[in-house]
């Protein structure tokens, strides 16, 4: 179950959701695919979460209590223990306002969030573990979230106008051109609040406009969805659709997740990108 947060947060936090730890995934580990935004994840089960490394198949722990920084390709996680958990996606600023961190700085990466806040985080998971509903367990981690307004400041102007262009199909350039600052110091200003640079940004932006028509169209064709979210050509789509899953668009299609953003896989490792180099969209539909 989601919802969104009381107004107070929504500047910060965009929906707030919880899990029973049943799942969809039946396979060993999933690729989860970037949204463009940061999360943070709480998980009440016994085992931690758990990354893969694509290449080998070795495991990093990362903890129970996690912020995950933006990114601009997938991840592999664990699905062989699902566990109830309770989160939030962060929208762009969250993590100065609410933690106290520039976002960059957390890009691509996941941290324990008591590395993050300190003893700031101390009891959080106590009592959500003591809360058998997930609706109470949202309540718990808004409440907690809420907790760090005091210290909260907004998205610099320049930044939220910017989210606005490039959400209505303008590029960096007319991003900049408004904002009044040299190129240079408005990409700091905007992977300080966002976590990645304006470029990268889109380029996510621009995914997931492809992968939103896709949900609302499965069977349409892939070269009709690609132009409407504005990839130049054919491979170029191609390509930026495996280096962000993982896996190629017919793959996808086939494996239609139930969740859009997280992919079964069942041995990453053992798939190299380069095995996947197709030159046209064409390549990627079945007959």
Known sequence: MQRLPVPALRPFVATLWATTGDTHIRSACEHVLPTGRMHLA?????TPLQLLDAGTGAVAVVGHAVVG???DHYYIKSAR????????????GAALALFGTPADALAHRHV??????GDGTAGLRERLLQEPLP????DILEAFLATR????????PAVAESLALFASGHGVAAAVQR???????????????????????????RFRHALDAHRRDPAGPWARLAHDAGYSDQPHFVREFIAIT???PQDYRRIAPAAAHHVPADAPWAVRAGHHEVDSIQDTDPA
């Open 246 to 248: 993982g896996v190629r």
């Open 69 to 71: 920084g933006a990114r």
């Open 135 to 138: 609706q109470r367990r949202i």
């Open 42 to 46: 709480i998980r009440l089960g016994d």
């Open 112 to 117: 324990a969030l008591e590395a993050v806040l």
């Open 81 to 92: 223990t699902p566990s109830p958990t309770v989160g939030a996606q962060l929208h762009p």
């Open 179 to 205: 904002s009044g600052y040299s190129h240079r110091h408005f990409g700091a200003l905007f992977a300080n609040a966002v976590g990645l640079t304006p470029q990268r940004y889109r380029r996510v932006l």
């Open 149 to 156: 307004l005091p210290r909260a400041r907004g998205l610099h």
